[in-house]
T-cell receptor, first 115, second 115 residues
Framework: GAGVSQSPSNKVTEKGKDVELRCDPI?????LYWYRQSLGQGLEFLIY????????KSGLPSDRFSAERTGGSVSTLTIQRTQQEDSAVYLC?????????????FGPGTRLTVT | AQKITQTQPGMFVQEKEAVTLDCTYD???????LFWYKQPSSGEMIFLIY??????QNATEGRYSLNFQKARKSANLVISASQLGDSAMYFC????????????FGTGTQLKVEL
């Protein structure tokens, strides 16, 4: 079946502009995660949604970052007033708590470049 | 807080040889899971193998095995019979059960398989 999809695949924006990144999880997956991968680094957790529970926002680096998940499916990560240090690949993952290993399935990522 | 340490920024191995990628972790939780992901140059994150903290046997998946030494808090990945297609970045990650299953990643090991 279809995997996790993200759009756009690449985004170049000017410093100070707002950007929205979209994630379509695997159908039926109740958990959705956003991670950030800066150049040459490992992944950094940003935010986690599980069903109708309040999201875990503990990884968001500043109040310029926010995310929502509509209808328990599609999620949008918004970065306001972008800064050059926001340049990174933003990865979305989804998982089903019915799986014994809680494997997270990752999307291809959105490469954000702030000029 | 959890921490994952991967001390090998880069590794080389000859085709058909076995290679071990090191991973140590730090957590005060008793119930947790350990993952290895592969990230080729194309950027996607590919799940390789999972080990639960209460699993008594080391996990194996094809040519991948996880050498889990709980007392030493290590979870090394062993790749047997290396192939050219194994050249990629490898990330060790950890999740705490009940902590939302968000993953904490190490900084990765770049593996290059040579003829």
């Amino acid at each position: 079946g279809a995997g996790v999809s993200q759009s756009p695949s690449n985004k170049v924006t000017e410093k100070g502009k707002d950007v929205e990144l979209r994630c379509d999880p695997i159908s039926g997956h109740t958990a959705l995660y956003w991670y950030r991968q800066s150049l040459g680094q490992g992944l950094e957790f940003l935010i986690y949604f599980q069903g109708n529970s309040a999201p875990d926002k503990s990884g968001l680096p500043s109040d310029r970052f926010s995310a929502e998940r509509t209808g328990g499916s599609v999620s949008t990560l918004t970065i306001q007033r972008t800064q050059q240090e926001d340049s990174a690949v933003y990865l979305c993952a989804s998982s089903s708590f019915g799986d014994s290993t809680y494997e997270q399935y990752f999307g291809p990522g959105t490469r954000l470049t702030v000029t | 807080a959890q921490k994952i340490t991967q001390t090998q920024p880069g590794m080389f191995v000859q085709e058909k040889e076995a290679v071990t990628l090191d991973c140590t972790y730090d957590t005060s939780d008793q119930s947790y899971g350990l993952f290895w992901y592969k990230q080729p140059s194309s950027g996607e994150m590919i799940f390789l193998i999972y080990q639960g903290s209460y699993d008594e046997q080391n996990a194996t998946e094809g040519r991948y095995s996880l050498n889990f030494q709980k007392a030493r808090k290590s979870a090394n990945l062993v790749i047997s019979a290396s192939q050219l297609g194994d050249s990629a970045m490898y990330f060790c990650a950890m999740e705490v059960t009940g902590g939302g299953n968000k993953l904490t990643f190490g900084t990765g090991t770049q593996l290059k398989v040579e003829l």
